[in-house]
């Protein structure tokens, strides 16, 4: 499969890019600054330089590709809108299909994150704004995105796997859980589709069995 990957030289990027290659994927990873994409060099690894900001960028760096995945996120300093921007530059250059990474919390989830939770990322301000803003663009849009808990650098779960919004556990505080186990479940996700035009939920938990 063809896969882009944003973010690529971010943590969640990372391992996107590093799963995608374990699985066999052709990747076009996608930085500001592709030199900080440290994954081994592949036949299968393309580094490319874009700024999501840019559409035409963007648009030249999706060609022809297939699926694209986002470990995009909110930058430290950087100004107000950076994830709509980048959503809506993905979604006009119109991939097969969309995997986003949002937070628990925000948007959808907002309720079933709980009222301790909530007031945390109300105190974001405009970043929370900006992430429901690119959530709802991703989902008109029939993509995929997933609310993740607070992330770690961590292994992967042998127990992580995906529920829809409404089977996700419910916690006074979201569990944590690592990058690599939210790539895991995106991947997933790219190969099997099951969550399209839908909030996806990545939890370690094993699904209760009666």
């Not at 840019?54 to 107000?80: K, M, Y």
Request: aromatic content about 2%; charged content about 20%; proline content about 6%.
């Amino acid at each position: 499969m063809q896969i882009t990957v944003l973010a690529a030289s971010g943590a969640t990027g990372l391992e996107l890019t590093r799963e995608a290659l374990r699985r066999g994927h052709t990747v076009a990873a996608v930085a500001r600054t592709p030199e900080r994409i440290t994954v081994p060099d592949s036949p299968r690894l393309i580094r490319v330089a874009a700024d999501v900001r840019d559409r035409g960028a963007i648009a030249e760096a999706l060609d022809a590709q297939e699926v694209v995945l986002s470990g995009l996120g909110n930058v430290r300093g950087a100004a107000p809108g950076v994830l709509t921007a980048g959503a809506r530059a993905v979604i006009a250059a119109k991939p097969q299909r969309i995997i986003w990474l949002g937070a628990f919390g925000t948007g959808p989830s907002a309720a079933a994150a709980g009222a301790v939770t909530r007031l945390l990322l109300k105190m974001l301000g405009d970043e929370v704004a900006d992430k429901v803003a690119a959530d709802r663009a991703v989902l008109d849009a029939g993509g995929t995105v997933f609310h993740a808990g607070p992330l770690f650098n961590g292994p992967l779960s042998s127990t992580v796997h995906t529920v829809g919004l409404a089977a996700a556990p419910k916690r006074l505080i979201p569990a944590r859980i690592s990058r690599a186990s939210v790539a895991a479940a995106m991947l997933t996700e790219a190969e099997e589709p099951a969550f399209a035009g839908a909030v996806a939920v990545p939890v370690n938990q094993l699904p209760y069995l009666s």
